[in-house]
């Protein structure tokens, strides 16, 4: 390394020293393996206002990150120094983006290593296994190996976002997934119909790999179920990897006026199948519910969106029925997924996650809101009440007895969500009193079922009385 030797201190630690626990004893100074590098310290802090209390073996490990850095150094002995670094303070982004580099030289360059060579950093990297090539068995036990490190320190830190960029970065080395948009030839056509097939082994290896990857995200999610990070790796990963992950047709073909529907057997699809255990074990797990969708609709929106030039945003999809003009719209999939959040509403009628759901089914499929009046007319008291509490005190005669007790009894409204919507789906039907049905739905909202968004649904009123339904 092109750096002035360090001055002559005793090396009191064997080369296969591992670095302590303590906050303030000296380990890189005094290490053989370091004694040629001449480490930058931090930039004097006097006369800072709110200087940060940096540990004394923290600073020291710092100052030799720098001189690496400078010199661009890639060696094990930095992919060492990182992790230690990211031992003290894994929320460091600049260790963590040093450390890929790192890995990166290590593994692209040719022959071994040395602890003191210096090869160039580079940004990028092609994977040596493509989807037509034999598959790497280096790069594949270097991956594995650093996961397994990656696995330790994600359970340990289960807020750091720093984690799954490595992870996200270290998945894209990976060979390609033919059915990948990233690898499509064309953006009129789906990718698996312009691309061959994996090769048998490059199959059993990345699905060996995603079966892993799903294990992993399960036990991190069973700790923290609503992390943002782990879900939009798990979505990032969805689409790097579709065969294995998203749902598809059985036969896809160009040659069909619309695609094949996946209704059939898609709930057995395990990313399906692990959404649907999610659901079951919290109904109101609203990241499950995104993700449901994700998988069965909105990959097809963010396709079509970003093949189109110039790419559009997801609502003109929709909007303009864009998948329906292409015949990408699974007709028996909407029916089938109207018919599974009906089911799961009225398990939990308030649970807002659902209906949110349920809306974007219905918007993605062109599907009328009105079809829906009465399943949502499920959900108000008898005749159509609106003001009547779900919950009500009835004096019941116990037959052998005579004797009278107060039970609760349910009667009346189950769910504010059908409410709103029925204020819409009445707005739109102007015959028999429908404008003024959806007035006393608003009315209703805001007067007892939503009382701190009065404001909002007395707004409402005024953009229904202009002619407006929402």
Not at 57 to 68: D, F, I, P, W
Not at 432 to 438: E, L, P
Request: glycine share 4%; with cysteine.
């Amino acid at each position: 390394m092109s750096t002035t030797a360090a001055s002559s201190t005793a090396t009191l630690l064997p080369p296969d020293a591992k670095p302590p626990k303590s906050k303030t004893a000296s380990y890189y100074s005094i290490h053989p393996h370091w004694q040629d590098v001449v480490p930058i310290p931090q930039a004097d802090q006097t006369g800072t206002l709110a200087a940060i209390a940096y540990s004394a073996r923290y600073s020291e490990a710092m100052s030799y990150l720098r001189a690496l850095m400078a010199e661009k150094e890639v060696s094990e002995r930095a992919l060492a120094l990182t992790e230690d670094l990211i031992s003290m303070n894994p929320a460091h982004y600049t260790v963590w983006i040093y450390r890929m580099r790192t890995l990166r030289g290590l593994w692209t360059a040719s022959g071994n290593v040395s602890n003191a060579k210096v090869v160039e950093v580079q940004d990028e990297v092609t994977p040596t296994g493509d989807w037509t090539e034999e598959v790497d068995e280096t790069l594949w036990d270097n991956i594995a190996s650093e996961l397994k490190w990656l696995d330790e320190v994600s359970f340990r830190n289960l807020k750091n976002y720093q984690i799954w960029h490595h992870r996200h970065a270290l998945a894209d080395l990976l060979p390609a997934d033919p059915a990948s948009p990233t690898t499509s030839t064309s953006t009129s056509t789906p990718a698996s119909e312009t691309k061959p097939q994996l090769s048998t082994t490059l199959h059993q290896r990345l699905s060996t790999f995603i079966t892993s990857e799903q294990t992993f995200l399960a036990q991190i999610l069973s700790l923290d179920t609503k992390n943002y990070h782990v879900w939009s790796y798990r979505q990032w990963l969805c689409t790097r990897f579709p065969t294995f992950l998203l749902p598809s047709p059985p036969t896809p073909t160009s040659t069909l006026p619309s695609q094949p529907s996946i209704a059939p057997t898609y709930r057995t699809h395990t990313e399906v199948h692990a959404i649907d255990t999610m659901i079951h074990d919290d109904l109101r797990n609203n990241s499950a519910w995104s993700h449901r969708y994700f998988l069965l609709f909105g990959h097809h929106e963010l396709h079509h969106a970003q093949s189109r030039t110039p790419p559009l945003i997801l609502k003109q999809v929709n909007d303009e029925r864009l998948l329906h003009a292409a015949g990408r719209v699974d007709t028996p999939l909407i029916h089938a997924e109207i018919a599974y959040t009906q089911t799961e509403i009225r398990k939990a009628p308030q649970n807002g996650s659902s209906w949110n759901y349920l809306r974007g089914v219905l918007r993605h499929g062109a599907v009328a809101i009105t079809t829906l009046r009465a399943f949502c007319e499920e959900f108000l008291g008898p005749d159509g009440d609106l003001w009547t509490d779900q919950w009500i005190d009835v004096e019941v005669e116990d037959a052998h007895t005579a004797e009278k007790r107060t039970e609760k009894q349910e009667l009346g409204v189950r769910s504010s969500h059908a409410v709103e919507w029925l204020s819409e789906i009445y707005g739109q039907d102007g015959a028999d009193g429908g404008v003024d049905r959806a007035r006393e739905c608003l009315t209703a909202l805001g007067e007892k079922w939503d009382v701190i968004r009065k404001g909002y649904w007395e707004w409402r009123v005024e953009k229904l009385e202009a002619g407006g339904t929402k």
